[in-house]
């Protein structure tokens, strides 16, 4: 017989905000019989099916997949589903994910974010025209362990919350985007670094993270984007170097060098 | 600041966000452990200009830093081996070392900078009491 599953009420303080009605945000408690195998998530539900209909939030999968249901919890920024009740004090405090525009309670504003990742085209610039019959490129898993960690990035946007960079400069590109544009720039099917590169090498990007390493310790996938930043910036750091010590390797932003050029003139 | 679009933007305190979270206090101390390192570079500048003025000049100087400035010491040499020691510890991050085809685990990339640092501290001891 299955033993009855274990209860304790729980007081969430929830950060409300009705751009219609308020002037600014402001906390409302809720007492909340959790059960013991609860995530926030299931809680935060249980609110809005049992005690207050008017709360907004977003979610969608419930397994750590879709990063949709990140919330600032007792100033910790985390997936409301993957963070376990009977792990925290009795008393939560859960508000929005920090430096983000609020739109409405715990519902943020990400078209920043996006627009951010797409400023650094994540996506393969290939190294060669081909067709479908040339086939699929292919790469080993030595290759492919270069960057496979950087693909796990669910842009749930914690380690933008984490991060006092962004909070500071609104500008700044963020980990994840940079992580993402360094997994490009690390896969051996890509030749996009130069196009990358008017991006991550600019003021807004690489050279504003003073590796902090908030973004890491939050990341809900292990991605590590403080790792990748520094990586990008001894690269970025390599490239300066080259374009003065080996001029002629130098390429242009469509990730041909010069001697490429004049061969397609000849 | 409620936005004209209805958002809200909560403020960042510029001055002292790092008071905020304890997380942010280490990287913190690790940043201002470089003003100690800087000031301990001056000191040393400021020796080699007494040793350029003669010998009691340079004995003056050795002499105010073991009587007046040797807390000063100490507190560099405190935020000194927090700087080293943290900027250690982050190593793995900026090198992704790999050695026949398999990552180099981090413990390792941290090990060798610590044994290099304990190797060369060790030196530095020997030629100060013996070198002469």
Same mark, same amino acid.
């Given at each position: 017989?299955?033993? !009855?599953?274990?209860?304790?009420?729980?007081?969430?303080?929830?950060?409300?905000?009705?751009?219609?009605?308020?002037?600014?945000?402001?906390?409302?408690?809720?007492?909340?019989?959790?059960?013991?195998?609860?995530?926030?998530?299931?809680?935060?539900?249980?609110?809005?099916?049992?005690?207050?209909?008017?709360?907004?939030?977003?979610?969608?999968?419930?397994?750590?997949?879709?990063?949709?249901?990140?919330?600032?919890?007792?100033?910790?920024?985390?997936?409301?589903?993957?963070?376990?009740?009977?792990?925290?004090?009795?008393?939560?405090?859960?508000?929005?994910?920090?430096? #983000?525009?609020?739109?409405?309670?715990?519902?943020?504003?990400? /078209?920043?974010?996006?627009?951010?990742?797409?400023?650094?085209?994540?996506?393969?610039?290939?190294?060669?025209?081909?067709?479908? /019959?040339?086939?699929?490129?292919?790469?080993? !898993?030595?290759?492919?362990?270069?960057?496979?960690?950087?693909?796990?990035?669910?842009?749930?946007?914690?380690?933008?919350?984490?991060?006092?960079?962004?909070? $500071?400069?609104?500008?700044?590109?963020? !980990?994840?985007?940079?992580?993402?544009?360094?997994?490009?720039?690390?896969?051996?099917?890509?030749?996009?670094?130069?196009?990358?590169?008017?991006?991550?090498?600019?003021?807004?990007?690489?050279?504003?993270?003073? #590796?902090?390493?908030?973004?890491?310790?939050?990341? !809900?996938?292990?991605?590590?984007?403080?790792?990748?930043?520094?990586?990008?910036?001894?690269?970025?750091?390599?490239?300066? #170097?080259?374009?003065? $010590?080996?001029?002629?390797?130098?390429?242009?932003?469509?990730?041909?060098?010069?001697?490429?050029?004049?061969?397609?003139?000849? | 600041?409620?936005?004209?679009?209805?958002?809200?933007?909560?403020?960042? +305190?510029?001055?002292?966000?790092?008071?905020?979270?304890?997380?942010?206090?280490?990287?913190?101390?690790?940043?201002?452990?470089?003003? *100690?390192?800087?000031?301990?570079?001056?000191? @040393?500048?400021?020796?080699?200009?007494?040793?350029?003025?003669?010998?009691?000049?340079?004995?003056?100087?050795?002499? =105010?830093?073991? +009587?007046?400035?040797?807390?000063?010491?100490? =507190?560099?040499?405190?935020?000194?081996?927090?700087?080293?020691?943290?900027?250690?510890?982050?190593?793995?991050?900026?090198?992704?070392?790999?050695?026949?085809?398999?990552?180099?685990?981090?413990? *390792? @990339?941290?090990?060798?900078?610590?044994?290099?640092?304990?190797?060369?501290?060790?030196?530095?001891?020997?030629? *100060?009491?013996?070198?002469?």
């Amino acid at each position: 017989m299955n033993s !009855p599953a274990k209860s304790r009420k729980v007081k969430l303080e929830i950060m409300r905000y009705n751009p219609d009605e308020d002037q600014k945000p402001y906390f409302q408690t809720y007492d909340v019989p959790c059960q013991d195998e609860w995530v926030l998530l299931d809680a935060i539900n249980y609110i809005k099916d049992e005690l207050d209909r008017s709360l907004s939030y977003r979610w969608s999968c419930h397994m750590a997949v879709c990063g949709s249901c990140g919330l600032m919890v007792n100033g910790v920024p985390m997936l409301s589903c993957h963070a376990f009740i009977r792990d925290m004090p009795e008393h939560i405090k859960v508000e929005p994910m920090e430096n #983000f525009p609020i739109i409405r309670d715990l519902v943020v504003e990400m /078209d920043g974010f996006v627009e951010k990742l797409a400023a650094v085209k994540p996506f393969i610039h290939p190294k060669e025209k081909r067709s479908i /019959d040339d086939g699929c490129h292919t790469q080993s !898993p030595e290759q492919l362990m270069d960057f496979q960690s950087l693909t796990q990035c669910i842009n749930c946007m914690l380690c933008y919350s984490a991060c006092p960079q962004v909070a $500071l400069n609104h500008d700044f590109i963020g !980990p994840a985007a940079m992580a993402l544009a360094h997994r490009y720039n690390l896969d051996s099917r890509d030749q996009g670094r130069e196009v990358r590169k008017e991006v991550i090498a600019s003021n807004k990007a690489i050279w504003e993270c003073t #590796f902090v390493g908030a973004c890491s310790e939050v990341c !809900p996938k292990h991605v590590d984007p403080a790792a990748a930043i520094q990586q990008a910036k001894i690269a970025a750091t390599g490239d300066y #170097f080259k374009s003065f $010590l080996m001029p002629w390797t130098k390429k242009s932003s469509n990730g041909k060098s010069r001697n490429d050029k004049k061969g397609e003139k000849s | 600041m409620k936005q004209s679009n209805g958002h809200y933007l909560r403020s960042t +305190d510029k001055y002292a966000w790092y008071l905020k979270k304890p997380r942010y206090i280490p990287y913190m101390l690790r940043e201002l452990s470089s003003l *100690f390192v800087g000031l301990f570079s001056c000191i @040393i500048v400021w020796g080699l200009y007494q040793l350029s003025q003669g010998e009691v000049a340079f004995t003056a100087w050795t002499q =105010l830093l073991w +009587d007046k400035l040797l807390w000063v010491n100490i =507190l560099i040499f405190a935020f000194a081996f927090y700087h080293s020691y943290s900027w250690f510890m982050v190593t793995p991050k900026a090198m992704p070392i790999k050695f026949k085809g398999k990552r180099v685990p981090g413990f *390792f @990339i941290i090990g060798a900078h610590m044994l290099l640092w304990l190797m060369a501290s060790v030196l530095v001891f020997a030629l *100060f009491f013996y070198g002469a």
